[in-house]
């Protein structure tokens, strides 16, 4: 019997101990270490990817993507590659997790007025959890940002509502400005910001899988690029695009608008367009200009930024009017700097003589 319970306590050392249920279940990789795992991440990039139309003759074809391990961007291949971002929205409240996504599509070079080799470029969405549990939560997106000219006095950057845009299950459609890159909601808002916008010909983007680029200091895909100074991609990374002010200010208005993302007025902007379709004749007549371009800029404010935070009714404003209104103000600026004559004022009635 002794022999027997010997054998027994000999088994019972030698057996593998059984570990717990969740600990033998594999870890899901979270290789940018942000709380999110890499699956997740990429479904909610491929889920929500913007339908990004652009210029079928752009000067610089189409997003590029770059070498990858390679601390200097270099080109690769223009093929259309389209790079994404995503992580928690740490300010976004209620009671499920909200998740922002940027999406970058790189180029070559910006080769509109004052280009300059690479060019970095963005939309965002801000999208929200059916429920805490994110395995089986399904993801509606709440917001989404287009950059346009960012941090300059041509910014004319927008945020929308995701149900004005029709895009809460899915992408939203994007139109990309020929040469400068900006992102526009509406193909209509192109003409706005400094003038130099265009969208024509446009044709839709054809691009595979969104390559994510991970978090800073927790690079994926081997993106080293990313850091680099000679373009501003890293501080794009670094910034929420859904601060509650802009928020705020667009929740105030009708369902149908879309807002600028940046307050009020933009009449810098009215002066830039200005002067762009002038240059020349700016240069001859410098002593001038002042004058000049302050009388042009209260009308053409107003036709290229429409009063207050919304785009002017984005959806259904008239180009027509648009480009009537400009015309009018350059032929004032051409008046002013002497480059056309004045309308004959009619002669004015005298007493006769008694």
């Known amino acids: 019997m002794r022999l027997v319970w010997s054998l027994l306590a000999a088994i019972v050392l030698l057996w593998p101990v059984q570990q717990p249920f969740c600990q033998t279940l594999a870890t899901p990789a979270d290789t940018d270490a942000d709380g999110l795992s890499d699956l997740l991440e990429q479904q909610l990039l491929d889920q929500f990817a913007p339908k990004f139309m652009v210029a079928r003759n752009d000067c610089s074809g189409v997003p590029a993507e770059f070498v990858r ?90 945020i929308a509502r995701a149900s004005t845009l029709g895009a809460e299950d899915k992408g939203a459609e994007v139109w990309i400005s020929s040469g400068k890159h900006a992102s526009y909601f509406d193909a209509r808002l192109c003409i706005r910001g400094c003038g130099a916008d265009r969208c024509e010909g446009m044709v839709a983007l054809h691009s595979g899988s969104v390559i994510n680029l991970g978090e800073p200091g927790h690079l994926m895909n081997a993106s080293l690029f990313a850091f680099s100074s000679a373009w501003s991609l890293a501080s794009k990374m670094e910034h929420t695009n859904f601060p509650a002010e802009p928020i705020g200010r667009l929740e105030l208005l009708p369902a149908t608008e879309i807002a600028w993302f940046r307050p009020g007025r933009h009449p810098a902007q009215g002066v830039v367009a200005i002067s762009s379709s002038t240059e020349d004749a700016i240069a001859k007549g410098a002593t001038k200009t002042g004058a000049a371009l302050g009388t042009a800029n209260d009308s053409t404010s107003d036709a290229i930024s429409v009063a207050g935070d919304s785009t002017g009714g984005a959806l259904g404003t008239s180009y027509r009017k648009t480009k009537h209104a400009l015309g009018t103000s350059a032929k004032h600026v051409g008046r002013a700097l002497g480059l056309s004559k004045k309308p004959a004022e009619a002669p004015q009635k005298t007493e006769p003589e008694k």
Do not use: M
């Not at 992580?87 to 940027?102: C, N």
């Not at 599509?105 to 929200?128: I, N, Q, S």
């Not at 549990?133 to 989404?144: E, F, R, T």
């Open 69 to 158: 391990n390679l601390s200097v961007p270099t080109v690769q291949v223009e093929d259309g590659t389209i790079y994404g971002q995503a992580f928690p929205a740490k300010a976004a409240a209620g009671p499920t997790p909200s998740i922002e996504l940027h999406y970058y599509h790189l180029w070559r070079k910006d080769c509109g007025e004052h280009g300059h080799p690479l060019d970095t470029e963005h939309v965002a969405v801000l999208v929200k959890a059916s429920q805490g549990d994110l395995i089986g939560a399904s993801w509606k997106a709440v917001y989404w940002y287009a950059a346009a000219h960012e941090q300059t006095v041509c910014d004319v950057s927008q």
